[in-house]
T-cell receptor
Framework: DTAVSQTPKYLVTQMGNDKSIKCEQN?????MYWYKQDSKKFLKIMFS???????INETVPNRFSPKSPDKAHLNLHINSLELGDSAVYFC???????????????FGPGTRLTVL | GEDVEQSLFLSVREGDSSVINCTYT??????LYWYKQEPGAGLQLLTY?????DMKQDQRLTVLLNKKDKHLSLRIADTQTGDSAIYFC???????????FGGGTRLMVKP
């Protein structure tokens, strides 16, 4: 069983469109995250949610709106897509928000978004 | 905020040891992690070390932490072609459980 899954795996779309990426974890974790990996492989945190509540929003444009319908899901909706949004987006989850090293983050396989 | 830096590239021969280095700036990092990313795949956790430890060994992997110099290394013994991947180190601050990643080191293992 996949622990952290994302759909779709690949997403190609035109500039200006609105798209969503879904993430689900079946680990029973409380905390979920979205990361962006650019073409140079730099990974940067975008959002962190704990029990469906936003904890971190790292200077991400408000075109990006995460939604957490329940603690097993954290979806990422992007409005008015721009060329610079092309990247690989990784979802991750961890058992809880703060504590010891057992709050290890487990990553999904990534969604490669290409904006034309 | 935290800065984490790694060398971009490392090439070794199969059977040799690989040492991937990482430096970080935030001494309050409580945990430091190594992740592996194979081509087209997500990040796989390899190991982590608590900041009050100097060393951690897990089968072929040895993590060394020099907290004074803020230097972390990952040694892979008997490197295999299947170890070819990008390796990311990451530091964690307690606030928000946020991970800050280095830029990744691409390890190439030649047969």
């Amino acid at each position: 069983d996949t622990a952290v899954s994302q759909t779709p795996k690949y997403l190609v779309t035109q500039m200006g469109n609105d798209k969503s990426i879904k993430c689900e974890q079946n680990l029973g974790h409380d905390t979920m995250y979205w990361y962006k990996q650019d073409s140079k492989k730099f990974l940067k945190i975008m959002f962190s949610y704990n029990n469906k509540e936003l904890i971190i929003n790292e200077t991400v444009p408000n075109r990006f709106s995460p939604k957490s319908p329940d603690k097993a899901h954290l979806n990422l909706h992007i409005n008015s897509l721009e060329l610079g949004d092309s990247a690989v987006y990784f979802c991750a989850s961890s058992p809880r928000l703060a504590g010891d090293g057992s709050d290890t983050q487990y990553f999904g396989p990534g969604t490669r978004l290409t904006v034309l | 905020g935290e800065d984490v830096e790694q060398s971009l590239f490392l090439s070794v021969r199969e059977g040799d040891s690989s040492v991937i280095n990482c430096t970080y700036t935030d001494s309050s990092s409580t945990y430091l992690y190594w992740y592996k990313q194979e081509p087209g795949a997500g990040l796989q956790l390899l190991t982590y070390i608590f900041s009050n430890m100097d060393m951690k060994q897990d089968q072929r992997l040895t993590v060394l932490l020099n907290k004074k110099d803020k230097h972390l290394s990952l040694r892979i013994a008997d490197t295999q072609t299947g170890d070819s991947a990008i390796y990311f180190c990451a530091g964690k601050q307690n606030a928000g459980n946020m991970l800050t990643f280095g830029g990744g080191t691409r390890l190439m293992v030649k047969p």
